[in-house]
């Protein structure tokens, strides 16, 4: 779908490729965008930095929360009419700690914003745009989500159920020849500051790069895009390799196993 005189949302729209996807879509001639975040002051300078490029509104919204997603999703109808495309950006990691070592609160914190979270706002945006008969829905998963690694176990699963939703979902509009469209990103590592410290053999993206590539990929309708473009083969190579050379060529040639050693995350 065109961004062009379409309103747009973007869950978690004041940090990383959310807010850079946002200004792009500004830049593209969107009739709106509102951003959702959980942080408020973000929010408020980014609506602030974005207001000259066109309308830009922010909603304060937990997405791990159906009654706050609920009130954000009223008034974004009340205030900016309805939504033409979704972009399910918002996602955490909350630390490199190995399984063993985790929290039932970090395991509920990890799904329920990065799995949860995007079920949550499309559940409400598919029915309005079902009824409006057009719409586009874009969830941001993560290579993270086909290629599991050491020490991100929760988020490597909160991935994994997401693409399999979002895949799901587009099969099932397909089916029904709905005109509302899905594309699910997996993109790998980002230097956005989500994943800051860790260590990677294959060459950390820049973020503008990836969030024009997003932005691409749903004005062309595709279903699916891996980011960069070799991440497509992931699941081939996993058919095809057996395990314990997948694991000797990965983990102990490319060393994609002790990625996460390092890590530090965003420190604020
Ligand atoms: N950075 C990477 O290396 C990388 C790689 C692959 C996929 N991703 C995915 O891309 C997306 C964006 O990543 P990023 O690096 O730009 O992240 P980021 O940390 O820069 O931005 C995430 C945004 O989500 C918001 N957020 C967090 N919890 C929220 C909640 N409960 N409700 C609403 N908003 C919430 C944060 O306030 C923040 O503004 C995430 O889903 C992430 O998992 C990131």
Redesign the pocket.
């Known amino acids: 779908m065109k961004i062009e005189n379409n309103t747009v949302l973007i ?9 850079i996807m946002g200004r792009i879509c500004l830049e593209k001639g969107a009739r709106r965008l509102v951003i ?4 408020e002051a ?1 929010i408020d300078a980014t609506v602030k930095e974005f207001c000259a490029l066109g309308a830009v509104s922010g909603y304060r ?4 929360s159906p009654e706050s997603v609920d009130a954000a999703w009223r008034a974004t109808l009340a205030d900016c009419g309805a939504v033409d495309i979704l972009i399910n ?5 909350t630390n490199n700690k190995r399984f063993a070592d985790q929290t039932d609160a970090d395991i509920n914190r990890t799904i329920d ?2 799995t949860k ?1 995007a079920m949550f706002v499309t559940l409400r945006a598919l029915k309005e745009m079902k009824a409006r008969g057009r719409g586009h829905i874009c969830n ?5 989500g086909m290629l599991a690694l050491p020490k991100m176990a929760l ?1 490597a699963s909160s ?1 994994w159920a997401a693409i399999g939703w979002s895949e799901s979902l587009t099969i099932e509009l397909q089916r029904e020849k709905s005109p509302v469209h899905v594309t699910t990103i997996a ?4 230097n ?4 800051d410290g860790i260590r990677s053999f294959f060459k ?1 993206q820049e ?1 503008e790069k990836v969030a024009a590539k997003s932005i691409r990929a749903i004005e062309r309708n595709k279903e699916y895009k891996g980011i960069p473009f070799p991440a497509h083969f992931i699941r081939l190579m996993q058919g095809l390799v057996p395990q314990r050379i997948f694991n000797f060529v990965f983990g102990d040639i490319c060393k994609l196993y002790t990625v996460m050693d390092h890590f530090t995350g ?1 420190k604020n």
């Open positions: 869950t978690g729209g004041c940090s990383g490729i959310g807010k959702w975040d959980i942080n973000a919204a937990d997405i791990s950006c918002a996602g955490i990691i914003i990065n979270g941001i998963t993560s290579s993270a988020y991935k993109p790998y590592f980002i956005t500051g989500m994943f950390v973020p965003r």
